[in-house]
């Protein structure tokens, strides 16, 4: 307490450092004054008795000192000493100030926005209470590898079920519609009532839903989203006792959700309401399967992911039972942390972003370090004065650190702005390129984390120089120590240079990948075609009729505009990435007078139900037989076009057209009772699985005017010669004739497309520009290294050219040296590029990473850029006067 | 003339304490003639570290300063005493004494051996 009151009162003492020391030097005066006056009544001379007084109080600047320390705090009155005397050299040197600062900026802003964008996906803690205890359990098979559960065997696998203290489920987000006044479009997610308690998650106001809610005919229910409430309710406490009209059914709400508040799967709820699953229908409903859940449970302490797997593994064994026999190896259990399941496949991208803003810190930061160390050299003769004159080295150590740590300051500051920036960047170029990029911001956690970089580069760039300058400088040792020196600095050129040929190979087998996507056949002609989305709602379209009755208007509507020459109606669209695509599995695929498939053969084969101007919309050529035509919609007959791939493995020795083909279906077991297709035409393969994909077989079926051929699935294809923002006010006026409440969205493919490739074309340019900054960090710290080692050898130079060397020896004397460190660093480079290429591959579309062109185009451009590093210097060195040369030192 | 001692390390701010509160205010030179005088001249007291004490226990708040005038008319700095200080000399006496006493106990059994 009282030691803390001294230390308040000293550092306040630093503010008023003048007058306590006149104050003091008067009080100093008066004690020898009165010591001098007792020295004389004792006898002594007035000259005698002042001495003694003097020597008594053991010299009066020793005192003053000591005085001094005790007032104010040394260690503080030394820093700020240092950093006047570090912001007047930085003054004094401003070209290797900006140099160092912008380096520091570049590394630490980097690090800085990027990791803003992957701490989201690799450490960012879940909005749930105990998060790592949660996982994601259910079956995956490869028509939808990302696991689920069926009604039927779910509650049966929950009552048996050992690993997990809660399990609960969610059923999915839908669109839902506040019909009360001022209607507006919501999602609503629908979750099981221990939903809330197992994931740890309270409502900031009100209840979670009660058991009753959840049953099928409980009373209405919903919580709603914070930004609903901040925005529709204006965050009135009375929300609780409202009700809201959703599709026509007036709900009690219950509570409010946390502003954090995320769905497990990461999609949008407004709202979330009850899921009213019939427990005792789940084995009648959906064909006996049930519906389908998304199941997700709480680990007993203890309990890890593997051993759970394991415990749930005789239930999975006893409900394989009921999938059909040829299916059954196509079925696995899949039991996996939370955060695995939502960062899939976003992992490898994240730590390659991270692996590379890490290596352009380590090389801005041994750039830093190399600029200090040049300086450090260049202040040896003051340093030695400082020695020589008292400074211990704990003070010139200090004074070290408090240069580096002033440096990574400003660094730190401008990194933020940098960073800043960056991220407005990130967002602009590629908005979905990772997952969260949209939100990604700059928050306190991140500035943290900015502050440790800083600290780290202080350490870094503050203490290797130092521990380079041998505690006691002395002047004979020069020699030996500059080349330890000299040798320090080569190492951290080589490490620049090697890291830089990584980044560089892995930023040129991106961008290769990334031409390759960009460069692919759609399949289609994208030029001119647009797909329009009208989102419409159950609770308005109660049935598949009411659904085809509004897109075969809306079909005629849009065909009626000027411009458009084909108008098509799609369940999905092409090339699908992650969006819906239906699908079937190959053997389902029946030829009319032929032997099945045997299951478990052949994948996935793509279905997309269209009505005839499918493909004159989309620009899909058909290389046989003829396309759907109107007259056929109101005939009975079933049509089908397969696609090349798909028509050159069933019929690849016979004509396709005419062949008659019908789908079985598992309801749950194996019928064919469809009806029976006839091949009209086979069209050109399309892109349909993302862009990366490997792209699935497909056919296509003929929607014609029976309510049996329609769903709720509904894309409008288009195509025109008219610029988008000429026909979208047309066709938006279109669709709000018939439907004024229902939303509409207009892309082109193209954007589509565009969107798609986001992710590479993200990854691509990020490591691509750290690839570049690299490189010229790595150059400017290869152009100091040899400019400072020509300098340093100035004297031999003269000597030599004094003896008849010429200025092309003295060249050749110089560029050897920086070539020799181009040459081991980039060697070192590429075997390390060799080795971290296989970690690459994952992200790479169609290039092979052991392909030697862009290691010779990394290699060729190292050698040219680190040439000009090395030949300027040379040249400066060549140029020298022998005689003045000769005259330094 | 008796050999002198240097101070102990720790104790010139219990004895500056201790002669302040029998003494009542004194000014540095007084102070240290004081304590010399106590310790029957047996004490090599350097007048100059007596000064940073100083300055340290009025930082602690045990002692304040004002200036005035020395019996010799003589403008001086004055030290005295704080509530605090009185409670702290208390303390510390109590402290010493206990210390000198476990000390005493160490050596005395190697005197009689």
Known sequence: MRTLRAFFVRLVGLLRAQRSEEDFAAELESHVAMDTEE????????EEARRQA????????????????RRTLPVVENLMRDLRYALRAFRRNPMFTCTAIATLALGIGTTTAVFSVVDPILFRSLPYA????????????????????????FFDWRAHQRPF???????????????????????????????????GIAPVLGREFTQEEDQ??????????YALWRERYNRDQRVLDKTVVLDGRSMKIVGVLPQDFEMPRLQHADMVLPAKVDLAHQHAENAGLGVPLWAFARLKPGVTVVQAREQMQPLFAQMQSVIPAQFRSEFHLSVRSLRDRQMQDQYRAAWLLLAAVFAILVISCTNVAGLLAVRGRAREGELTVRMALGASSRRLMGQALVEAGLLAAMGAVSGCLLAWGLLHIFVTIAPTGVLFLGNAHLDPRILCFAALLTVGCTGACGILPTLQNPRSPVPNSRATRSRAYTGFRRALVVAQIATCVILLSSALLLVESFRNLQKQELGMDAGGSLVVHVSLTRARYASNEAYMTFFLQAESALRALPGVSAVAVSDSVPPDGDSWHDAIRYPDLVVSGKPRTPAGVGGKVGVRRVTPGYFAALGIPLERGHSFVEEDRSQSGAQL???????????????????????????????????????????????????????????????????????????????????????????RTQIARLDSTAPVEVVTIRQVVNRLADPPRFEAALVGFFAFS????????????????????????????????????????????????LFVGGAIGLAASLLTAGLLQKLLFHVSTRKPLSYVVVTALLTLVGGCATLLPAIRAMKTDPMIALRTE | MPEKTDVWQGTLALMVLRTLESMGPLHGYGLARRIEQISGDRLQLNYGTLYPALLKLEQEGFVRSRWGTSENNRKAKFYELTRAGQGRVRKAAAEWEKTTEILARFLSPAEEA
């Open chain 1, 165 to 199: 203290e809660a399990v609960t489920y969610e059923r999915g987000v839908n669109e839902c519609n506040i019909t009360e006044q001022n209607p507006v479009q919501m999602q609503c997610a629908h979750v099981a009532s221990n939903f809330f308690s197992t994931f």
């Open chain 1, 216 to 225: 099928p005919d409980g009373p209405p229910a919903v919580l709603i989203s």
């Open chain 1, 774 to 821: 690299g490189l010229l960090l790595s150059v400017i710290g290869l152009y100091g290294v040899i400019s400072y080692i020509a300098a340093q050898r100035t004297q031999e130079i003269g000597v030599r050219m004094a003896l008849g060397a010429t200025r092309a020896n003295i060249l050749r004397l110089i560029t050897a040296e920086g070539l020799r460190l």
């Open chain 1, 39 to 46: 020295g004389i009544r004792a006898g002594f001379t007035p």
């Open chain 1, 641 to 731: 076009i397969l696609s090349r791939s798909l028509a050159a493995r069933m019929f690849p020795q016979e004509n396709p057209i005419g062949q008659h083909i019908q789908i079985a279906s598992y309801m749950p077991y194996f019928v064919l009772n469809g009806p029976v297709y006839t091949v009209v035409g086979v069209a050109g393969d399309v892109k349909n699985a993302g862009l990366s994909g490997e792209d699935d077989p497909e056919y296509y079926t003929l929607r014609r005017n029976r309510p049996e051929d329609w769903s709720n699935r509904n894309e409008l294809v288009l195509r025109t010669e008219l610029p988008v923002s000429t026909v979208a006010p047309w066709i």
């Open chain 1, 54 to 69: 003097l020597m008594r109080i053991g010299g009066a600047e020793q005192v003053r000192q000591a005085y001094r320390e």
């Open chain 1, 130 to 153: 105990h998060a790592d205890r949660l996982v994601s359990f259910g079956l995956s098979q490869p028509l939808e590898p990302r696991e689920f559960t069926l009604g039927f065997f």
